[in-house]
């Protein structure tokens, strides 16, 4: 007679041939992920009525093919080591067998999750969740499985740890559908029945799970003690690689989430030193470049970060492929280092790379939203405002499909086409878009939360911008005082309001109190982050200009040169802010009337811009405003009258010819053509409409002023 198992293995009483008996392992899959759990899913999905349930679906469906396709020849290349090619123990069969068991088991449990009913926010979790299942090439490590604890056979602890496991399995796949409350409360209730004594490797792993639960849900401090016992519970387990993992997550917490950065660096060391223990697995080591090229960031230490991302980056797709969750994460953050250090081209490729990516594997999903929101802001750096206008637009409309007009999230992206909108000169369009985000950000989130503080600082920077300092100051204060509430008073992120509050005063002429804003935010900045942090060169650029206002001229040299060397110290001779910075010492020379030096400057300037930002770049064209000044001044009009005709050009392309900015350079290059001596009657007609237009505009007191006394009485500057 025949006895039948699932996998059919004796006939007559013989074992069947080896190859047969290691065949047809996808039949464990049943119950797991078969066409009745497809069908489950694909209904919950649908249920949901949203328009990319059915698209998300099929990415999800497709991904969870192709891991049951692999555990399913893992599980059969497990069974052939033994009983075809006979080079691995019955023992470590079986430990590769439970392995698998692990991994099936927690496919179930997300495929359980997924089918359990229609859930919005899951459906925007689904396939990115399904790609994050552990890997199984982690059951193939003979070295780790056969070092770890022997598994219990006392048959109350095998049903304890059998209980703890289907737990973990339950509490990750709550983990990866963002189901957070649920699985700490998973988590929780299943370490408490546990006991006292539970088999240490499942202990290990459901410390882990707690951990990650904990640091997603936002508590932070007890994600930080939990995976620190998890760290003692993974030793005494033996199990080294998970034990690297958790001191790698450990940095990740203090460094990105907590700022904790002295704490981090301490940590450095020891995570190196548990990778080194565990073999140095690639994933593993990938992770750990990943996570410490994140506190490299966050020191500003910007050509270590990119060293060290670039490396997660090619060794984690060598190691889990370009769709992995890790890889994608990484390819972001590098792309904020290369920005950081003025590289927005190759910021702009790594993360045109990674949407491809994205839109590939997630279709629409708030993690390619999220992207294309950061493609718009490297766009903006590299002054593409209407490119960088409609990335914004369609990360928007992405996030308003999925999450809904009134999530938090998109409070984001309306803030950055508000900030957009500034850009381009378009006051009208931007303070209500600004005026959307920060009333998003206080519908959505806590009063006190940074987020709104954060709104409250881009309305402010959107009223300066408009001509209304005195409203923009109050915002600024309101702004101060909530991180002050929250953060401290000694917190980095204060400065970006000080600095802008330093700047709003000093348009309102109380440069007493601009000087004093300005000092905070740099001392504040050198406290927390270092006197050669880049973000001190921005404070000290402020107080420079307030000491051109008083005609410090050699102090505000001084302290530009300060802001260039602690630039290129911080990331290279070729950042825009070296630019900036050279710019800026030349309008000093000028107002000193200094011409060859501040004709050296700018030329300087107007390189290095032109080199990193492009030809086109407004900033390139406040370059040659200042040039054609500095001619006008010397008085060789017709050197001045070229460069005032192609930052007109520009300006007119970037904002439109009704801004401030085009007009502001009409006025100029009227200015030149007059005094060059050819159709004056003309030349005060142009500078007449481009004072009308200025104001029009809502051009600032302090900007309609030189242009009012120069046609009141036409001349040299």
Known sequence: GMSWGLGGWLVHGR???????????????????????????????????????????????????????????????ACRATHVRREQSAQLLDLRYHCLDRRRAELAALVAVFAAGPDPDLLDRAASASLDLRPLDECADATALAGGVPRPTAPAQVAATARLEDAIATGRAQLGAGQFKAGLATMTAALAAAGPTPHPPAHAEALAALAHLQNSDGDHTSAKATAREATRAAGAAHDDRLTASLWIFLLQVVANRTNELAEAEALVPVVEAALARAGDPPAERAAKDAAVGALRLAQGKYDDAVVLLERAVTTGVAARGEAHALVMSVRNRLAVALARRGQYADALAQLDQLIATQRRVLGAHPHLAMALNNRGNRLADLGQYPQALATYQESLAMKEQLLGPGHRDVATTVGAIGTTLRRLGRHAEALPALERALALAEATLDPTHPGVARAVTSLAEGLAAAGQPARAVRLYERALALLEQTRGTA???????????????????????????????????????????????????????????????????????????????????????????????????????????????????????????????????????????????????????????????ILTATFGEASVDAAEARFALAQARWLEGGDRTAALAQARAARAAMTAAGASASKLAPSGAWLARPGPP
């Open 491 to 649: 917190h980095p992120e204060l400065a970006v309001p000080l600095i802008g509050l330093a700047q709003a005063r000093a348009d309102l002429d109380d440069t007493a109190g601009a000087r004093r804003d300005a000092t905070r935010a740099r001392a504040i900045l050198e406290a927390s982050v270092g006197p050669a942090h880049a973000d001190v060169a921005a404070a000290t650029g402020v107080l420079a200009d307030l000491l051109v206002r008083d005609g410090q001229l050699d102090l505000a040299i001084r302290a530009y040169e300060q802001v260039l060397a602690i630039t290129i110290a911080t990331s290279n001779a070729a950042h825009p802010q070296v630019g900036r910075a050279h710019h800026a010492i030349g309008r000093a020379h000028l107002v000193r009337r200094a011409w060859t030096d501040a004709r050296a400057e700018l030329d300087q300037a107007r390189t290095i811009l032109t080199a990193a930002l492009g030809p086109d770049h407004p900033e390139v064209a406040g370059c040659l405003r200042t040039l054609a000044q500095v001619e006008l001044e010397a008085g060789a009009p017709a050197i001045a009258r070229p460069l005032l005709e192609r930052a007109v050009a």
């Open 15 to 77: 074992d069947v041939d080896p190859e047969a008996r290691c065949g047809a392992q996808a039949a464990r899959l049943v119950g797991a992920w078969d066409p009745a759990r497809r069908d489950a899913v694909e209904s919950a999905f649908v249920a949901t009525g949203k328009d990319h349930a059915a698209d998300t679906f099929t990415r999800t469906a497709d991904h969870l093919d192709r891991y049951a396709a692999g555990w399913a020849l893992a599980r059969r290349d």
